[in-house]
């Protein structure tokens, strides 16, 4: 069974950055994409981009460019996901999840428990 | 960005009702779409990918169907354990959105 496990959770300054991990068992890391997908307080999924393990390649969805940055240590299978200059606004939960492809598609077939961030003065 | 607008963003329902969730995007999107189903306090889960696959272990009162822009997911016979949020996720261009989100209350 696949497994994505996802460090603790956090509360940050405004101003702050924080890391979140992902750290994946039982399947061959460097051969799926990881994405990040996050989720305010009662609110909808967001996607925030990819990370190629393999290449260490990264996609950023244009409301995180500049702030985000994903990055992995394939020696332990694991993939990090860093914000920076946290404001209120992006308290939320962020979910590390892994990517299969079926023809064209994409979908993510298994996903971490999430890691709650929480930004407060 | 292409822009998915889910309806109803909520709807009641009874155990055994037959359940229709749409999904419209903004442009085509081709059969790059998927469903994921979210019980409070739990990670996303997958349930139809490429518009009308269904996940393995999905069982088979859910299904999807559509094209280009507009899409549907359906539950035949609403089960207790279908009451959660359901939402749309196309993956035909960047950046990847999200449907709004359709809650299931019973």
């Known amino acids: 069974q696949v497994h994505l496990v996802q460090s603790g959770a956090e509360v940050k300054k405004p101003g702050a950055s924080v890391k979140v991990s992902c750290k994946t068992s039982t399947y061959t890391f460097t051969g799926n994409y990881i994405h990040w997908v996050r989720q305010a307080p009662g609110q909808g999924l967001e996607w925030m981009g990819w990370i190629n393990p393999n290449s260490g390649g990264t996609n950023y969805a244009p409301n995180f460019q500049g702030r985000v940055t994903m990055t992995r240590d394939t020696s332990i299978s694991t993939a990090y996901m860093e914000l920076s200059r946290l404001t209120s606004d992006d308290t939320a939960i962020y979910y590390c999840?892994?990517?299969?492809?079926?023809?064209?598609?994409?979908?993510?077939?298994?996903w971490g428990q999430g890691t709650l961030v929480t930004v407060s003065s | 960005a292409i822009q998915m607008t889910q309806s109803p963003s909520s709807l009641s329902a009874s155990v055994g009702d037959r359940v229709t969730i749409t999904c419209r995007a903004s442009?085509?999107?081709?059969?790059?779409l998927g469903w994921y189903q979210q019980k409070p306090g739990k990670a996303p889960s997958l349930l139809i990918y490429a518009v009308s696959s269904l996940q393995i272990g999905v069982p088979s009162r859910f299904s999807g169907s559509g094209s280009g822009t507009d899409f549907t997911l359906s539950i035949s016979s609403l089960q207790p354990e279908d009451f959660a949020t359901y939402y749309c996720l196309q993956d035909y261009s960047y950046p990847w959105t999200f449907g709004q989100g359709t809650t299931v209350r019973i």
């Open positions: 999840t892994k990517v299969r492809h079926s023809g064209s598609s994409s979908l993510f077939d298994y």
């Open positions: 442009q085509g999107i081709r059969n790059d």
